[in-house]
């Protein structure tokens, strides 16, 4: 037999040669390496700075880039949204009165606040967060007895006590 060119082991004396060309018994159980356990130390660092790194916002999403920050205008996040709740309210087959009305074929008129100028990129997280909810979510979002509204569109509060918005 020829010997193997990287050790200068036979292949038939190395479990891996032997399998690798069909020598030796068929019936051996597959070759398991041994399992090198992680340190609970670098674990802890390996975890943290995943953290760190992975839960920052991607810089598009705050609406960087070099570009100015341009106000959300009332009347096309209104349609947007008016939208987006009509398409729940179908997939998620609700039949509120709120529902009729975001299906209606009426142009909505909502306005924003006084001092509320929300940012464009402000307007794109809430409709994707109302795209990406659930149907019970959405059923909250849209019931006729309570107004509930997901944080990602709540950028027009009312002042804080004791300080700006």
Known sequence: MSLHRSR????SSSPLGAARL????????????????????KLAVVSVVA?????????GDIGSCGKDPAELDAATFSAARK??????????????QRCVQACADA???????PLCAP?????????RALLASSCDDYALFMSDTE????TECQFCRGPVEGGEQ
Do not use: H, M, N, W
């Open 22 to 41: 069909g020598e030796g018994d068929s019936t051996r159980a597959p070759l398991e390496l041994p399992r090198e356990k992680l340190p609970r130390e």
């Open 147 to 150: 107004k509930l509204v997901p």
């Open 107 to 113: 142009a909505s008129t909502e306005t924003f606040p």
């Open 51 to 59: 953290l760190v790194f992975g839960i920052g916002a991607t810089v």
């Open 8 to 11: 200068g082991v036979r292949p």
């Open 119 to 127: 940012l464009y990129q402000d307007g794109l997280v809430c409709l």
């Open 83 to 96: 939208s987006v709740d009509c398409q729940k309210c179908t997939e998620c087959s609700l039949t509120t």
